[in-house]
Nanobody, 116 residues
Framework: QVKLVESGGGLVQAGGSLSLLCTAAGDTVSITAIGWYRQAPGKQRELVARITSSGSSNYAGSVKGRFTISRDNAENTVTLQMNSLKPEDTAVYHC??????????WGQGTQVTVSS
């Protein structure tokens, strides 16, 4: 079992930056990938960025070039650096862990609000 805790959300003006942190605890050695997802009001949850245990990453087209995902295996953390934020980035951002044995775990989420 893994527990995920997100932090770093908040209110920022368009064009600004925020850094989100996902901290994992528990069976972290069984995590194969961690992703950041977001869900805006009235919209489906969507993948923002994902990074595997080997360091491979992928991004949604809407954030490519603006967001960067990175991981610190020693600290069991994954960071999502968000630059050049836009109002359409406003959402609740959730951390997701994919496990070697097929399960997934979710954090409770952190609110990101970008004002125009």
């Amino acid at each position: 079992q893994v527990k995920l805790v997100e932090s770093g959300g908040g209110l920022v003006q368009a064009g600004g930056s925020l850094s989100l942190l996902c901290t994992a605890a528990g069976d972290t050695v069984s995590i194969t990938a961690i992703g950041w997802y977001r869900q805006a009001p009235g919209k489906q949850r969507e993948l923002v960025a994902r990074i595997t245990s080997s360091g491979s990453s992928n991004y949604a087209g809407s954030v490519k070039g603006r967001f960067t995902i990175s991981r610190d295996n020693a600290e069991n953390t994954v960071t999502l650096q968000m630059n050049s934020l836009k109002p359409e980035d406003t959402a609740v951002y959730h951390c997701n862990a994919e496990m070697r044995y097929g399960l997934e775990y979710w954090g409770q989420g952190t609110q990101v609000t970008v004002s125009s």
